[in-house]
């Protein structure tokens, strides 16, 4: 039971629920701003930082490419996951150590390197969480990486929850639970973690159970969070729905040793992968490098910048744009807590319908980039016109999580798993990327000559319209990026169908009708 790629699935989900503090940035913020004296531009230049530590996971990449073809660690994965403790707890210990003054006010290229430790340990633990999923569900990489990277979205409102029960109002003392529960539950689970690559028929099934779990989470989540922006919580409705919520996240462990036992009693066929590389077909695995070198890297690369780094630029100055326009304290935290469970809906349903279309149509992944780019564009506008952060935040969300498991997903496709940790956490170097040009030289700079004409603080819509129109433009080249990425590798993904109908049919006749079927479609799309 301790190799199963069930339980192995059940503790990546457990250590993705805990480290995705990256996501509350919004909770601490002003306290970080006003104990260490910053002003915005200096505030989002320390977030920049953080977004650099979360996304740049090259180092991850490596050392899990290195532990795990070396003998010499066994598996080696348990490096992977020590490491990424080690950060996360010297990182956030010694943030709360300076918020709090028990060491002299650390200069801000200090706090800096600090807060990239705190964030730069999800990488560690995301990489291993991710690729294990992939080699344990090769036919269904869309979907198991939607479920690991759809936890980490929902693991922002789980930690806030938890602070509302037992920390609500001490925003430092959150820090310091930062520093410590989340290094605990990686510790503990890591040793259940290993890649026992296999394709059986009855993983789909177990694996939207997985899914469903993760939806009734989101809704919980999702009610929760309304009703504690209408009522006030006593203290004991705080530990009651946290408790409820725990349970919950407990809970995929009894479908695992569902799922285990179904195996035990009646092995499923084992069917050869559906998914198979353009690399794998001439037996050659594409490393960094090589990948870098393709015009498909570059696309894929382009279209992440425009909108994870205007997504990512949103979340992290969402205080401040609240308050711009008058939106109180409680509801600002709402929509801190909100876009957790509508970065969760995008990384998990990018995942899944990506599968779902991509098995049953052939429609490569790239298309579902380019269409959710599009829709951010329409929630900018909401946002930069409209000054309706409820709206606005609802489509930045969802399109902004959808990238973070339709990206890892194409590049395992068309680049292979052998070198997919370095690749994609070099791709995501795109987030941390933009963020700095979206936070610091756009919205950072406007809001503070903004706010200088004024006299110190800027209230009104004006204060981030321009930054808002500047974003919807910029997510109209994504659109093109990843329409063009779409277009240059259709016929590969229309390649994965035609084996899944040879497997499924075995007759010539359905296999050639689907095959008609996809260019059709395809047809259709290009005109």
Same mark, same amino acid.
């Given at each position: 039971?301790?190799?199963?790629?069930?339980?192995?699935?059940?503790?990546?989900?457990?250590?993705?629920?805990?480290?995705?503090?990256?996501?509350?940035?919004?909770?601490?913020?002003?306290?970080?701003?006003?104990?260490?004296?910053?002003?915005?531009?200096?505030?989002?230049?320390?977030?920049?930082?953080?977004?650099?530590?979360?996304?740049?996971?090259?180092?991850?990449?490596?050392?899990?490419?290195? @532990?795990?073809?070396?003998?010499?660690?066994?598996?080696?994965?348990?490096?992977?996951?020590?490491?990424?403790?080690?950060?996360?707890?010297?990182?956030?210990?010694?943030?709360?150590?300076?918020?709090?003054?028990?060491?002299?006010?650390?200069?801000?290229?200090?706090?800096?390197?600090?807060?990239?430790?705190?964030?730069?340990?999800?990488?560690?633990?995301?990489?291993?969480?991710?690729?294990?999923?992939?080699?344990?569900?090769?036919?269904?990489?869309?979907?198991?990486?939607?479920?690991?990277?759809?936890?980490?979205?929902?693991?922002?409102?789980?930690?806030?929850?938890?602070?509302?029960?037992?920390?609500?109002?001490?925003?430092?003392?959150? @820090?310091?639970?930062?520093?410590?529960?989340?290094? !605990?539950?990686?510790?503990?689970?890591?040793?259940?973690?290993?890649?026992?690559?296999?394709?059986?028929?009855?993983?789909?099934?177990?694996?939207?159970?997985?899914? !469903?779990?993760?939806?009734?989470?989101?809704?919980?989540?999702?009610?929760?969070?309304?009703?504690?922006?209408?009522?006030?919580?006593?203290?004991?409705?705080? /530990?009651?729905?946290?408790?409820?919520?725990?349970?919950?996240?407990?809970?995929?462990?009894?479908?695992?040793?569902?799922?285990?036992?179904?195996?035990?009693?009646?092995?499923?066929?084992?069917?050869?992968?559906?998914?198979?590389?353009?690399?794998?077909?001439?037996?050659?695995?594409?490393?960094? !490098?090589?990948?870098?070198?393709?015009?498909?890297?570059?696309?894929?690369?382009?279209?992440?910048?425009?909108?994870?780094?205007?997504?990512?630029?949103?979340?992290?100055?969402?205080?401040?744009?609240?308050?711009?326009?008058?939106?109180?304290?409680?509801?600002?935290?709402?929509?801190?807590?909100?876009?957790?469970?509508?970065?969760?809906?995008?990384?998990?349903?990018?995942?899944?319908?990506?599968?779902?279309?991509?098995?049953?149509?052939?429609?490569?992944?790239?298309?579902?980039?380019?269409?959710?780019?599009?829709?951010?564009?329409?929630?900018?506008?909401?946002?930069?016109?409209?000054?309706?952060?409820?709206?606005?935040?609802?489509?930045?969300?969802?399109?902004?999580?959808?990238?973070?498991?339709?990206?890892?997903? $194409?590049?395992?496709?068309?680049?292979?798993?052998?070198?997919?940790?370095? /690749?994609?956490?070099?791709?995501?170097?795109?987030?941390?990327?933009?963020?700095?040009?979206?936070?610091?030289?756009?919205?950072?700079?406007?809001?503070?000559?903004?706010?200088?004409?004024?006299?110190?603080?800027?209230?009104?819509?004006?204060?981030?319209?321009?930054?808002?129109?500047?974003?919807?433009?910029?997510?109209?080249?994504?659109?093109?990026?990843?329409?063009?990425?779409?277009? &240059?590798?259709?016929?590969?993904?229309?390649?994965?169908?035609?084996?899944? !109908?040879?497997?499924?049919?075995?007759?010539? &006749?359905?296999?050639?009708?689907?095959?008609?079927? $996809?260019?059709?479609?395809?047809?259709?799309?290009?005109?």
């Amino acid at each position: 039971m301790e190799h199963s790629k069930w339980l192995a699935t059940v503790a990546g989900i457990w250590i993705q629920c805990t480290t995705g503090a990256t996501y509350t940035f919004g909770i601490y913020s002003a306290a970080l701003k006003s104990s260490q004296g910053y002003d915005q531009s200096t505030l989002d230049t320390v977030s920049v930082f953080k977004d650099i530590g979360a996304n740049i996971g090259i180092l991850s990449g490596l050392l899990y490419s290195a @532990v795990t073809s070396s003998s010499r660690f066994g598996s080696g994965l348990w490096l992977v996951y020590l490491a990424g403790a080690v950060q996360l707890f010297a990182g956030y210990f010694l943030i709360w150590l300076s918020v709090t003054g028990v060491i002299d006010r650390p200069n801000v290229w200090l706090m800096c390197l600090f807060m990239f430790m705190a964030a730069h340990a999800q990488t560690f633990f995301n990489t291993a969480n991710v690729i294990v999923a992939v080699r344990n569900f090769p036919d269904y990489g869309g979907t198991s990486i939607g479920i690991m990277k759809g936890f980490l979205g929902l693991s922002g409102a789980i930690l806030i929850q938890i602070y509302h029960t037992l920390f609500d109002g001490k925003p430092t003392t959150y @820090v310091l639970m930062l520093a410590v529960f989340p290094t !605990l539950v990686s510790l503990a689970v890591m040793p259940f973690i290993h890649a026992n690559p296999s394709n059986t028929s009855n993983d789909k099934p177990h694996l939207n159970r997985f899914s !469903l779990i993760a939806l009734v989470i989101a809704a919980y989540l999702m009610i929760i969070i309304i009703f504690q922006n209408i009522f006030t919580f006593p203290t004991w409705a705080h /530990i009651l729905t946290t408790t409820i919520l725990v349970i919950m996240a407990l809970s995929p462990l009894q479908e695992a040793l569902t799922a285990q036992r179904s195996e035990q009693r009646s092995p499923s066929p084992v069917m050869a992968p559906l998914i198979t590389t353009l690399e794998d077909q001439n037996e050659v695995e594409m490393n960094l !490098l090589q990948a870098m070198s393709t015009i498909n890297f570059w696309l894929l690369f382009l279209a992440m910048v425009c909108i994870m780094g205007s997504a990512l630029a949103t979340i992290n100055n969402i205080t401040q744009i609240g308050e711009s326009l008058d939106y109180s304290t409680v509801e600002i935290n709402a929509m801190v807590s909100l876009w957790s469970i509508w970065n969760f809906l995008g990384r998990f349903g990018g995942g899944y319908v990506s599968d779902w279309f991509l098995h049953r149509y052939g429609w490569g992944r790239p298309l579902f980039i380019c269409l959710t780019q599009l829709v951010t564009v329409a929630g900018y506008l909401i946002i930069g016109l409209s000054g309706n952060l409820y709206i606005g935040l609802v489509i930045a969300g969802v399109c902004y999580g959808s990238q973070w498991s339709l990206m890892p997903a $194409i590049t395992s496709d068309i680049f292979g798993v052998k070198h997919m940790g370095t /690749i994609f956490n070099t791709i995501a170097a795109a987030n941390p990327m933009g963020s700095y040009i979206f936070s610091v030289q756009v919205i950072g700079k406007i809001y503070d000559k903004e706010a200088h004409a004024t006299g110190g603080l800027c209230h009104g819509l004006h204060c981030f319209m321009f930054s808002y129109l500047t974003f919807a433009w910029v997510c109209a080249f994504g659109v093109l990026f990843s329409f063009i990425l779409f277009l &240059r590798t259709r016929g590969f993904y229309a390649s994965i169908l035609q084996r899944r !109908l040879k497997q499924l049919s075995g007759g010539p &006749r359905i296999f050639f009708m689907g095959v008609r079927k $996809i260019f059709k479609n395809f047809r259709t799309l290009g005109k």
